[in-house]
């Protein structure tokens, strides 16, 4: 099931399965951050209203903004 960055919780984590929107100029930012199709991301932290979030993704930390988090459709990876 594709689920969106907000869905996850400190800790899990997830695998980029595709983007939502038309919006160019976002996904090709998202892409040169390294969030390709297939890359796994972990939710860090969540700011207390919501933005900006935390992940790591290729060994770093890295800050989106909400709008930016909302472009990831993800999907949750199970533990095991």
């Given amino acids: 099931m594709e689920l969106k960055v907000k869905a996850l919780r400190p800790g899990e984590r997830a695998e980029i399965v595709g983007y939502e929107g038309k919006d160019l100029v976002y996904r090709q930012k998202l892409l040169s ?12 932290k969540v700011a207390p209203l919501g933005d900006p979030v935390e992940i790591e993704v290729r060994g770093f930390n890295l800050s989106l903004r909400k709008d930016e988090a909302d472009i990831l459709k993800i999907r949750r990876k199970s533990d095991g």
Wanted: hydrophobic residues 40%; charged residues 25%.
């Fill in 33 to 44: 951050m390294g969030l390709t199709k297939g890359t796994e991301i972990k939710l860090l």
